[in-house]
């Protein structure tokens, strides 16, 4: 049985290198190289220069965006399978983000000459790259309609549904989101202050729908909270 831990075996199970022969994805190996973060560790700013796109191996990486204020903006949290920082590798332009280790992470790092001579050998990369930008695009824009449209409470429950569809695993009791999050990293997602946010919490959890173990949050009634998550 093959080493399911080799570069080779870890791009192969991220879907935008999951399409290369064997031949292309051993060649690729040859570019990459692994590194770790410690839970915590910022991985890049905003505004750093952007020459490397990075693949999770294990671990988690919020991507964030701050204010001049300090006050921050989480736009997505990615795990194992995921990548980022592909942006500047087109334009050139430096990081539009931050990215920092959540938890214990692990990336492998490719720089931007060898990415592109993949793409320019493989076209069909490229179409998965475009398809993965645009399912990030239309996420912005469905964020930004909830920020217009859809209260706290409401705005909350439409992000725990999304992080366990994401991020979840069924227990006996519910859909357990495998992320440790603190109430402000989810006032952080929708847009909203942390008072704020421990309200709506505390009413969910009153009713039944939500419990929190560890730094762990649960979902107990998915229906009450979808039901919620529309007005």
Request: proline share 3%; charged share 25%.
């Amino acid at each position: 049985m093959g080493d399911s831990r080799t570069p080779a075996s870890m791009l192969a199970q991220t879907a935008l290198f999951s399409i290369l022969p064997p031949a292309d994805l051993q060649e690729l190996v040859k570019a990459t190289r692994l590194r770790s973060y410690r839970r915590g560790e910022v991985i890049f700013r905003k505004d750093d220069a952007g020459y490397t796109l990075y693949v999770i191996v294990s671990g988690a990486v919020k991507i964030a965006v701050s204010s001049g204020e300090g006050e921050e903006m989480i736009l997505t949290i990615m795990k194992a399978g995921h990548f980022f920082g592909e942006l500047a590798l087109f334009d050139e332009r430096p990081r539009s983000a931050d990215a920092e280790a959540l938890e214990a992470t692990e990336v492998l790092t490719l720089q931007r000459e060898d990415f592109l001579a993949v793409v320019e050998r493989r076209p069909r990369v490229a179409t998965l790259l475009l398809k993965v930008l645009s399912e990030r695009i239309r996420s912005t824009d469905e964020a930004l309609g909830d920020a217009a449209f859809l209260d706290i409470p409401s705005r909350l429950a439409k992000r725990l549904l999304d992080l366990a569809a994401e991020h979840g695993e069924p227990t006996p009791q519910g859909t357990r989101i495998t992320l440790r999050l603190t109430q402000q990293d989810l006032a952080s997602m929708i847009g909203a202050r942390r008072e704020n946010v421990n309200r709506a919490l505390a009413h969910y959890q009153n009713r039944g729908w939500l419990t929190k173990v560890n730094g762990y949050f649960t979902l107990l009634d998915e229906n009450a909270l979808r039901a919620r998550s529309v007005y």
